[in-house]
């Protein structure tokens, strides 16, 4: 599977333009729509405590993602020590 994780911080924002850079990696990089798995929130990046997130993380641990693409590193979280 391949997880695609995209967040914004309010509701006021949307995901579709992340997507939009997304996908079209996924097509730049010839991966199926059928492999993908969206995961999206509409949560702060101050904590790592966010249904999606934690939905990506036990597809993660479980070992069922082989590859996890995000729009900017900083949509996972602000810091780099998280």
Same mark, same amino acid.
């Given at each position: ?31 199926? #729509?059928?492999?993908?798995?969206w995961f999206e929130d509409t949560e ?17 641990? #479980? ?9 900017k590193l900083d949509r996972l979280s602000p810091t780099r020590r998280?």
């Amino acid at each position: 599977m391949v997880a695609c994780y995209c967040r914004v911080s309010s509701r006021r924002q949307t995901h579709e333009s992340r997507k939009a850079e997304i996908h079209r990696w996924l097509r730049q990089n010839r991966i199926r #729509a059928g492999r993908v798995v969206w995961f999206e929130d509409t949560e702060t990046g101050r904590s790592l405590n966010r249904p999606a997130f934690e939905r990506l993380q036990r597809e993660l641990f #479980a070992g069922k993602v082989e590859m996890v693409v995000v729009w900017k590193l900083d949509r996972l979280s602000p810091t780099r020590r998280d």
